[in-house]
């Protein structure tokens, strides 16, 4: 009974504030002052058939145009401020309606509230209302790229690129372009809605910047295209925005300069192919050096039950003057694929980082719950709350009713924080982690004994290892970012039932850290606590899904692929 006294308390004091029914927003023009990047962005249903079996999709359009997959790139310089209205459009009540979206990477410094993350620093954003997302990348620069971040709505197709560039980029004389052409995007991708997908299931087909061809048939779009000129040197900005999938990614006799890793800077690393798991980037520089042809982009899905079926899992890479027609090239064994541990970053990393012993060090032991199915850390199921943890903190008067399943965990301000993954025996491997507000430095890699104190990879995502051997990968930040800040599986259907853990990092000093909107509040009292969507139960086995019954829609015509 005090809980929901507690809850109904805050529901009256969040209505007081009384800013009328729509969400307050700023009147965004076409023409922004320099250093501020002005967006208008909508959330809508649309029929897709990006791989030439259609269904209902939840995409983004800038602007007045068309709703698309991936959503449009979002690009920026170094210190740019990005002013971003969302607006929220979707009806079809087969899938989430509300929705919030999250800027991957972006560590939001000073701006926690401006994370986008559900429950945890807002409510999500309902039909017919707006929400202005309004930060500063600081000094970070890179590849990034943004998604939904309520529940598993983003496996329903709401995602797409976020590019910081750097005028000042150490590597900057190595490559002639760099634009959105040369954004490789890799997704896998389901062709019913995500709350009738079992979380199991194997997804349906892969898409390259929001192409594919399930079952290689003759009615799929054309597959993604890359071109480049001859003696030209590229920058490719490769993404992972897949809700389970990791991918093996190469291109037929070329190899890869990287020189970027998670929006991080590291001493170039040439090799002919990267593993990449859900939440990562690469940038690698494509030197193409080779005669005129055609040649297939591999994006090979992970094995076991993430194995995507009848599907085409190729890109093109095409230079200037060779024929319209499907590459030739063959696969060849890889010789140099990328390491982890031999990542060096460029910068050099923040000494506390490198120190025999952190200040704070956590054990995070991955569990399973039989009977259900769920996923666990340290014993707990990850329950999103009703109310964000976000505006609890701010409203002072829950203390410690924050926490009823002991899934937060309170970390003092300025201290080095030392993470050890555990997979206890934990099904669904390997377990790409994702942690909000912080880069951290990965001190141990996955399938590896070496401890790196020298100048170990900084990233935000890391594989927690896919062997049955205790890998105890460890990473390492600082906590020097006042909020909470979610850790979790970037599995999308293992977030969902309960593979997470929230930071409330310096709990005494958030509220005076940040100047709080009165948006984020206003955003409670209009979304309807009920709409939510329980995971159809496990099945026995993995594989493709068909269910028994689906809405089909009529996509807009495309351009078919010519096999």
């Given at each position: 009974?005090?809980s929901w006294r507690i809850f109904w308390s805050i529901l009256w004091f969040l209505s007081?504030?009384?800013?009328?029914?729509?969400?307050?927003?700023?009147?965004?023009?076409?023409?922004?002052?320099?250093?501020?990047?002005?967006?208008?962005?909508?959330?809508?249903?649309?029929?897709?058939?990006?791989?030439?079996?259609?269904?209902?999709?939840?995409?983004?359009?800038?602007?007045?145009?068309?709703?698309?997959?991936?959503?449009?790139?979002?690009?920026?310089?170094?210190?740019?401020?990005?002013?971003?209205?969302?607006?929220?459009?979707?009806?079809?009540?087969?899938?989430?309606?509300?929705?919030?979206?999250?800027?991957?990477?972006?560590?939001?410094?000073?701006?926690?509230?401006?994370?986008?993350?559900?429950?945890?620093?807002?409510?999500?954003?309902?039909?017919?209302?707006?929400?202005?997302?309004?930060?500063?990348?600081?000094?970070?620069?890179?590849?990034?790229?943004?998604?939904?971040?309520?529940?598993?709505?983003?496996?329903?197709?709401?995602?797409?690129?976020?590019?910081?560039?750097?005028?000042?980029?150490?590597?900057?004389?190595?490559?002639?372009?760099?634009?959105?052409?040369?954004?490789?995007?890799?997704?896998?991708?389901?062709?019913?809605?995500?709350?009738?997908?079992?979380?199991?299931?194997?997804?349906?087909?892969?898409?390259?910047?929001?192409?594919?061809?399930?079952?290689?048939?003759?009615?799929?779009?054309?597959?993604?295209?890359?071109?480049?000129?001859?003696?030209?040197?590229?920058?490719?900005?490769?993404?992972?925005?897949?809700?389970?999938?990791?991918?093996?990614?190469?291109?037929?006799?070329?190899?890869?300069?990287?020189?970027?890793?998670?929006?991080?800077?590291?001493?170039?690393?040439?090799?002919?192919?990267?593993?990449?798991?859900?939440?990562?980037?690469?940038?690698?520089?494509?030197?193409?050096?080779?005669?005129?042809?055609?040649?297939?982009?591999?994006?090979?899905?992970?094995?076991?039950?993430?194995?995507?079926?009848?599907?085409?899992?190729?890109?093109?890479?095409?230079?200037?003057?060779?024929?319209?027609?499907?590459?030739?090239?063959?696969?060849?064994?890889?010789?140099?694929?990328?390491?982890?541990?031999?990542?060096?970053?460029?910068?050099?990393?923040?000494?506390?980082?490198?120190?025999?012993?952190?200040?704070?060090?956590?054990?995070?032991?991955?569990?399973?719950?039989?009977?259900?199915?769920?996923?666990?850390?340290?014993?707990?199921?990850?329950?999103?709350?009703?109310?964000?943890?976000?505006?609890?903190?701010?409203?002072?008067?829950?203390?410690?009713?924050?926490?009823?399943?002991?899934?937060?965990?309170?970390?003092?301000?300025?201290?080095?924080?030392?993470?050890?993954?555990?997979?206890?025996?934990?099904?669904?491997?390997?377990?790409?982690?994702?942690?909000?507000?912080?880069?951290?430095?990965?001190?141990?890699?996955?399938?590896?004994?070496?401890?790196?104190?020298?100048?170990?990879?900084?990233?935000d995502t890391i594989s927690t290892g896919s062997d049955d051997v205790e890998d105890g990968?460890?990473?390492?930040?600082?906590?020097?970012?006042?909020?909470?800040?979610?850790?979790?599986?970037?599995?999308?259907?293992?977030?969902?039932?309960?593979?997470?853990?929230?930071?409330?990092?310096?709990?005494?000093?958030?509220?005076?850290?940040?100047?709080?909107?009165?948006?984020?509040?206003?955003?409670?009292?209009?979304?309807?606590?009920?709409?939510?969507?329980?995971?159809?139960?496990?099945?026995?086995?993995?594989?493709?899904?068909?269910?028994?019954?689906?809405?089909?829609?009529?996509?807009?015509?495309?351009?078919?692929?010519?096999?």
């Amino acid at each position: 009974m005090a809980s929901w006294r507690i809850f109904w308390s805050i529901l009256w004091f969040l209505s007081s504030l009384g800013r009328g029914v729509r969400v307050a927003s700023l009147s965004i023009g076409d023409h922004a002052p320099p250093g501020v990047v002005s967006l208008n962005l909508t959330v809508a249903n649309k029929c897709v058939a990006p791989d030439g079996f259609p269904r209902v999709a939840i995409l983004v359009a800038k602007g007045g145009e068309e709703p698309t997959l991936p959503g449009p790139v979002i690009s920026g310089n170094k210190g740019d401020r990005f002013l971003i209205n969302v607006t929220d459009e979707l009806t079809d009540t087969s899938m989430l309606t509300g929705t919030s979206i999250h800027w991957h990477g972006l560590s939001q410094h000073h701006s926690n509230q401006m994370d986008g993350t559900a429950y945890v620093t807002q409510c999500p954003i309902y039909p017919g209302n707006s929400f202005l997302y309004n930060f500063t990348g600081g000094n970070q620069v890179g590849t990034y790229w943004y998604h939904s971040h309520f529940d598993v709505q983003y496996c329903d197709g709401l995602r797409g690129a976020f590019v910081i560039r750097d005028p000042d980029d150490p590597y900057k004389n190595l490559y002639d372009y760099d634009n959105d052409s040369t954004i490789i995007s890799l997704m896998d991708w389901y062709h019913y809605p995500s709350p009738v997908t079992p979380r199991q299931v194997w997804p349906d087909s892969v898409l390259i910047n929001g192409t594919g061809c399930y079952e290689n048939g003759s009615e799929c779009p054309s597959l993604a295209t890359y071109m480049v000129e001859g003696q030209k040197r590229y920058r490719f900005r490769l993404l992972n925005m897949s809700c389970k999938t990791f991918f093996n990614f190469s291109i037929d006799d070329h190899t890869m300069m990287v020189i970027e890793v998670d929006g991080e800077s590291v001493e170039p690393y040439t090799v002919d192919s990267i593993q990449i798991f859900a939440g990562q980037r690469y940038s690698f520089i494509l030197n193409a050096n080779q005669s005129i042809n055609n040649y297939w982009m591999r994006a090979i899905p992970s094995p076991g039950e993430g194995m995507v079926i009848n599907s085409t899992h190729n890109a093109i890479l095409r230079y200037t003057g060779a024929p319209n027609v499907d590459p030739q090239t063959t696969n060849v064994t890889t010789t140099t694929y990328l390491n982890e541990t031999l990542l060096r970053s460029f910068a050099e990393p923040n000494p506390r980082l490198l120190q025999p012993e952190a200040d704070v060090m956590l054990n995070v032991v991955l569990g399973k719950d039989d009977s259900n199915y769920n996923f666990l850390i340290n014993g707990m199921q990850y329950v999103s709350p009703t109310v964000p943890v976000l505006l609890q903190i701010m409203n002072r008067e829950l203390r410690w009713e924050i926490d009823p399943t002991q899934s937060i965990y309170l970390l003092p301000r300025n201290k080095t924080v030392e993470l050890t993954f555990h997979v206890d025996g934990t099904g669904g491997r390997p377990h790409p982690f994702h942690l909000h507000g912080h880069h951290f430095a990965v001190i141990k890699s996955a399938d590896s004994e070496y401890r790196n104190y020298d100048r170990p990879v900084m990233r935000d995502t890391i594989s927690t290892g896919s062997d049955d051997v205790e890998d105890g990968v460890t990473i390492r930040f600082i906590t020097d970012n006042p909020g909470p800040w979610i850790l979790h599986c970037h599995i999308e259907w293992h977030l969902y039932v309960g593979m997470a853990i929230v930071f409330v990092e310096d709990y005494a000093d958030i509220r005076a850290d940040q100047p709080f909107n009165n948006a984020t509040r206003d955003l409670c009292p209009y979304y309807n606590p009920t709409e939510t969507f329980t995971l159809p139960p496990p099945r026995e086995t993995a594989g493709p899904y068909f269910p028994s019954t689906t809405s089909l829609c009529t996509p807009t015509p495309f351009v078919k692929r010519v096999i």
